[in-house]
């Protein structure tokens, strides 16, 4: 594998990138592995093991940090999806310079609740976007938000924002939170889980706006006949399954919905690594290749723990 440091620029601001490629000569078809919730880096070993084994499946993969993460430019501290979904498009303008990347295979995989929805933003507007993955999707940022606190919880979250918004009209500085713990709300899953518990006030209040205007859920109809693969957790307290069913529902062109059940939000990470990549790169090589499906091709694939059987099943059969 063929590791090469990069930068692109969007919207003004210089990114910091990584093409990884296999050891063979192009044109490649091209895997943007976009932003994900709060970034992870670009040596990430989930993501590094994940861009791996497509790689090794013949792709391309183009990884960065999204602005003000990393060695990124820009303001720091910020989560906004319709930014970073511009950032993918301004990926595939950068890859069109390439000899080595073939421009007419394209896909976006998006992971990580606002992670997914910037390439779903990006996929509904950029139709370069040749098939898309997402995986643990929100389909509503508001409705997430609000489902994972108590009323009095969410109630008191957007007297907050507001008070903020109103700071800020007047010139004072708004308000920093830790993302983790005053955005989202701490999960069982997310606490017993060998993960950042906490960043600290490092993150803008004012990035709740943002997520609470995130409504990927109002664009998935734009996807048309692009080939949409949506990963989900059956039992997932940090992002769960109905967003992704209320996307899979609400898509009209060639879809699947993966449900993988046995495992937590963080476990499948580690448990069904290689069967998501490998269900990934299916998905890709039949859209590019033209063996995507007419647009009635829909189905649910339910990933049971390993050696148990894989199960296809009707639209209407996913669990509820």
Request: charge should be negative; aromatic fraction near 8%.
């Amino acid at each position: 594998m063929i590791e090469e440091r990069v930068r692109f620029w969007s919207q003004g601001t210089s990114l910091s990138a990584v093409l990884r490629k296999p050891n063979h000569e192009g044109p490649l078809p091209l895997v943007l592995a976009g932003p994900v919730w709060l970034q992870d880096g670009l040596d990430n070993p989930i993501s590094s093991r994940l861009h791996g084994l497509l790689v090794d499946a013949g792709f391309a993969v183009l990884h960065w940090d999204t602005a003000g993460f990393g060695d990124s430019d820009g303001p720091a501290g910020w989560i906004r999806p319709e930014a970073q979904a511009a950032e993918i498009s301004d990926a595939i303008s950068w890859s069109e310079t390439r000899p080595d990347i073939d421009a007419e295979r394209v896909a976006v995989f998006g992971a990580g609740a606002t992670g997914a929805a910037a390439a779903l933003y990006a996929g509904a507007d950029d139709d370069r976007i040749r098939c898309l993955a997402v995986m643990s999707a929100i389909s509503s940022g508001r409705t997430w938000l609000r489902d994972m606190r108590p009323s009095s919880d969410w109630q008191q979250l957007l007297a907050r924002v507001a008070e903020d918004r109103r700071r800020r009209a007047a010139g004072e500085p708004g308000a920093l939170v830790d993302p983790l713990t005053e955005l989202m709300v701490t999960t069982p899953a997310r606490s017993h889980a060998p993960v950042r518990q906490s960043f600290g006030p490092t993150f803008h209040l004012a990035c709740a706006e943002s997520i609470l205007r995130c409504q990927p859920i109002d664009v998935v109809y734009r996807l048309e006949t692009r080939p949409l693969l949506i990963i989900a957790v059956g039992d997932d307290d940090v992002t769960p399954i109905a967003h992704s069913r209320a996307i899979f529902e609400r898509t009209t062109g060639p879809a699947r919905l993966i449900v993988q059940r046995g495992v937590s939000h963080y476990g499948a990470y580690h448990v069904n690594l290689e069967r998501i990549a490998d269900a990934t790169v299916q998905w890709f090589r039949h859209s590019w290749e033209g063996r995507g499906g007419p647009s009635s091709h829909r189905d649910i694939v339910f990933f049971d723990p390993p050696n148990a059987v894989t199960q296809t099943r009707r639209p209407d059969a996913v669990e509820r």
